[in-house]
């Protein structure tokens, strides 16, 4: 089996996971209100719940979506720091 | 004549035509914000499918499955993008359609106006064209009479004749007109009728507009990941759980998210669970059916959408109802309410009714029908016992709204021993020690609880609470805790309502002082500590008579004998009294430190003031000498040490210049034991003179504080005088002249780069000497001149009383301005009367200065 690896590189996606995650969440954010003036102006309850419904979906999919690319992002670091542990580790230098 | 329906002159409806409901503008925002939303999200995705190009080397099984979930999140934020442009094409569709369909709506209402104006128009013709008629007939009538007259004799009528071809004229045009006005009410009635079609097709169409967007966003719901977790959109998944709920299967609210669910299904299963819960807590047959429901609500307690619409549908009494059945339902036994078993069935009954109350969404008469009138308490007292069970079974107080809190407070502690609300009981005594300190543990109600008043404002409450803590026999802690929540934890995040709570327990106390449980003097020493500063202040303006600025966030209306009298209960009683001198020993060393450190005469007569107050609340209060002197050393004592501890000894070359030893001699004579055991005669000689203490301890701490250079303390003496016996000398300080910037001008000038005792003596008394006359004036004008202590309420020493014939003798002749009486034990009691004049004036030059 052939590995190959750039720690250096790993914990650079790592850490782009991360901000991907977190602007993942920004974006969830910012449906909040379009739910709010979406309801207020529907002009019929049934209407003004299936916005409000679409967004709560939406916002706790991209929730679990912005988990999932975090964990990984750290997921990524881990890697990185194991990969040169071991390499720095696996034959001590005599 | 009717008008069709619709207020006249609404321009949202007329003749049952109405405009859309709905706002076009806010549902495209709200479109421009999907749209938004999404293109960020397609900036994501293709971050995402960008990162792996940052790891091109990366080879191996965990690159190989990182990889994998790239194309996984990136397919995901791509879904995320989809739906969401549809979401905004849906909602730009709909808010384009709403617009057009409201057009047209309002388009139909100004047709229909102006069709019922002409409809009025045309009946108000007809009805002038009949009138026209009647009036024709009529002429007609009289003139074929007077034709048929005349005939009989046999003359010609011409009038008559000519009268009557007028009239079938008149008769003729008028029928022309009512026809003619007929068929424009035909007309205008057609229009109305076709603008009402007009509308309601407008309104037939914004309907299903909406339905159509409706559609969409649920497709939008039900086609996301969350949904395929949870079975389909908020909407579907609600009314599949609805469903089975009321058929019985609370399964489908195991591990529910229900917060997931449109809040209407939320509320509507609230309300079947009420009707559940009610319906099992008194059937014998459905005891397990009903500890199931139990279980399920215990999942739910923190969800407000379910608690408001299990508390709003039953309303307060029923609530009341299913509280006790479900006490009942356990059967206690010769257990009490706190019985382990009723307290778990009843927690998510509480637990919810607590949520509910909290989010400000139950219903406004709840409260009301839950207790029941105030004025048929005296019903109700033997369900109070199990209200307060159930009520503190909820977990937390804080978990209730604090309105309700209050009121529940209310009904168990107060309007029971309302005369008004329950004349024939009296003083109950009940032990609510318990539910007193739960309630503490939510410092809002607790506050609201104490600051309050009895049904007609006669009775604080906190006059209330102490008089039954003061009768009831018990340590009082549960009362502690409530004034301690609602005077001081409440600070925190409600200063006024905790400020009035402070003000009522100082107002009610010392109506109470002979009898004060234990368990009350940790909070009354509390209100103390943090209003010190408050009272600090009414002393102040009482002394000076001036209008001081009131401290930041003061209690407001507190008056000076409202404070004198609370810190006279709290110095009388053993248990508080050492807290109360401590704290107002340190109030009083802080001002006198910052009136040194900041040559402040605000701060050393806030300082001078204070004392006098605790001198004066001392020399009233009911205790015995030695107490007193207690009492008077504490103050004293506390002073110092503050003092000794706020002066920076890292200034004090060698050793600290204001030892114990000095500043407890200055603030033994600020709270001076024998002058109020012996009615202040023993002050009146000595007092000015006695202040040198004072004076040195000021020098010192100017030194320490860098105002002064440390030489000065060689040449003030410990009695305050001044050494001058070298004043034409220059000061050494290891061999070299002293050099200080004695005028503080910021720069060392002139003679200050030599520095004479005399010069050094000059600026020791401009500085010290100010700030020590300042505290002399305001001792002397406080004690003499407006807070002359009245010898004869004074207490006596052991072994008289007032009836003792020897005791006193007012009227003899006073000495030099001198009134003498007689005291104790013929002993001469003199009180200085006229001493006080220059003192006072004094005084007035340093304030005006």
């Keep these: 089996m052939r590995i190959e690896a750039d720690a250096g590189a790993i914990s650079s996606a790592g850490a782009r996971q991360s901000q991907i995650a977190t602007a993942i969440t920004n974006v969830s954010t910012d449906l909040t209100s379009a739910a709010e003036s979406g309801a207020a102006g529907a002009g019929t309850p049934g209407l003004a719940e299936a916005i409000t419904g679409a967004v709560q979906s939406w916002q706790g999919s991209l929730a679990m979506l912005s988990t999932s690319v975090a964990g990984i992002g750290r997921n990524l670091s881990g890697s990185a720091t194991a990969y040169q542990v071991v390499d720095e580790t696996a034959i001590p230098a005599g | 004549m009717s008008r069709p329906d619709g207020p006249a002159g609404s321009s949202d409806a007329f003749a049952g035509i109405t405009v859309p409901d709905g706002d076009p503008g806010a549902v495209r925002d709200a479109a421009a914000t999907f749209r938004r939303a999404a293109h960020g999200l397609e900036g994501i995705a293709s971050d995402l499918r960008a990162v792996p190009a940052l790891v091109a080397d990366w080879r191996g099984p965990a690159s190989a499955a990182w990889h994998g979930t790239t194309v996984t999140n990136g397919s995901a934020t791509d879904a995320a993008v989809e739906a969401l442009g549809v979401c905004a094409q849906a909602a730009t569709t709909y808010a384009d359609e709403l617009e057009r369909c409201q057009t047209r709506a309002r388009a139909a209402i100004a047709d229909a106006r102006a069709a019922q104006a002409r409809i009025d128009t045309a009946h108000a013709a007809i009805e002038s064209a009949r009138a026209q008629q009647r009036a024709a007939y009529a002429g007609i009538d009289t003139a074929n009479h007077a034709i048929a007259t005349h005939a009989a004799v046999g003359t010609p009528a011409p009038q008559a004749q000519q009268a009557l071809a007028s009239a079938q004229g008149e008769l003729h045009r008028a029928q022309s007109a009512e026809s003619s006005a007929d068929g424009q009410l035909g007309q205008a009635e057609a229009d109305l009728a076709a603008a009402q079609r007009q509308g309601a097709q407008a ?73 559940q819960a009610v319906a099992l807590s008194t059937d014998p047959d459905g005891h397990d059916r009903f500890m199931a429901l139990t279980r399920t609500l215990g999942e739910h307690t923190g969800d407000a959408d379910l608690a408001n619409g299990f508390y709003d549908h039953l309303g307060g009494e029923e609530a009341n109802q299913l509280a006790h059945s479900i006490g009942l339902f356990q059967t206690p036994g010769g257990h009490g309410w706190d019985y382990g078993p009723v307290q778990d069935t009843w927690h998510p009954y509480a637990a919810l009714l607590a949520t509910a109350t909290r989010s400000g969404e139950l219903r406004a008469d709840f409260a009301d029908g839950f207790f029941g009138p105030a004025d048929e308490v005296g019903d109700r007292l033997g369900q109070h016992p199990w209200m307060t069970a159930f009520v503190m079974s909820a977990g937390a107080a804080s978990r209730y709204g604090s309105t309700f809190l209050y009121r529940a407070g209310k009904e168990v502690l107060i309007d029971p021993e309302d005369a008004f609300n329950n004349p024939n009981s009296g003083p109950l005594h009940e032990d609510n020690e318990a539910f007193m300190s739960y309630v503490a543990g939510n410092p809002q109600a607790a506050g609201l609880l104490v600051s309050g008043t009895n049904s007609h404002g006669a009775m604080s409450n906190a006059s209330t609470l102490l008089r039954v803590a003061v009768g009831s026999g018990g340590d009082g802690a549960g009362l502690g805790d409530l004034i301690r929540a609602g005077t001081h934890d409440l600070r925190a995040t409600n200063l006024p309502l905790a400020n009035a709570a402070a003000h009522d327990v100082i107002q009610a106390t010392p109506g109470y002082a002979d009898h004060i449980p234990s368990g009350l003097h940790d909070a009354l020493t509390t209100v103390l500590d943090d209003h010190i500063r408050d009272f600090e202040h009414v002393a102040t303006q009482y002394g000076t008579g001036g209008d001081w600025p009131a401290p930041p966030d003061a209690i407001t209306g507190l008056t000076y004998d409202e404070g004198h009298d609370y810190l006279r209960t709290l110095l009388a009683d053993e248990g508080m009294r050492a807290d109360a001198s401590t704290i107002v020993g340190d109030r009083v060393a802080e001002d006198l430190f910052n009136g040194v450190a900041h040559d402040s005469t605000v701060d050393l007569t806030n300082g001078g003031s204070l004392s006098q107050m605790g001198v004066m609340a001392a020399a009233d209060a009911d205790m015995s000498a030695a107490e007193r002197a207690d009492a008077m050393n504490g103050m004293a004592q506390a002073a110092g040490g503050k003092l000794v501890g706020l002066i920076p000894t890292s200034r ?192 007035e030059r340093h304030r005006a200065g």
């Design chain 2, 203 to 275: 309104e037939s169409d914004a309907i299903a507009a909406a339905r159509s967007a409706a559609g969409a966003f649920q497709g939008v719901a039900g086609g996301s990941p969350i949904a395929a977790v949870f079975g389909g959109s908020p909407a579907a998944v609600g009314d599949q759980i609805l469903a089975r709920v009321r058929a019985g299967d609370l399964s489908a609210l195991a591990g529910g998210p229900l917060n997931y669910l449109p809040t209407r299904i939320q509320r509507a299963i609230g309300a079947e669970l009420a009707d």
């Design chain 2, 652 to 843: 004090v070359p060698g050793a600290a210049f204001v030892t114990d030893k000095v500043a407890s001699a200055a603030f033994g004579e600020m709270f001076p034991t024998d002058a109020v055991n012996e009615a202040w005669d023993a002050r009146e000689g000595a007092q000015a003179a006695s202040y040198g203490h004072i004076k040195k301890l000021i020098t010192d701490a100017q030194v320490a504080t860098g105002q002064m250079p440390p030489a000065v303390s060689d040449i003030v003496r410990a009695d305050g005088t001044v050494d001058l016996s070298h004043a034409s000398e220059v000061v050494q300080v290891d061999g070299h002249d002293l050099a200080f910037d004695l005028d503080h001008d910021g720069r060392i000038t002139g003679d200050e780069h030599h520095v004479t005792v005399q010069a050094l003596a000059d600026a020791a008394a401009g500085d010290s000497g100010t700030t020590f006359d300042a505290v002399n004036a305001l001792h002397q004008n406080v004690y003499n001149a407006h807070h002359l202590p009245d010898v004869d309420a004074l207490p006596l020493p052991d072994g008289y009383s007032r009836d003792n014939p020897g005791f006193p003798e007012p009227g003899a002749v006073g000495d030099g301005g001198r009134e003498r009486v007689r005291g104790a034990g013929g002993r001469d009691v003199r009180r200085r009367v006229d001493a006080v004049r220059p003192v006072a004036a004094r005084a």
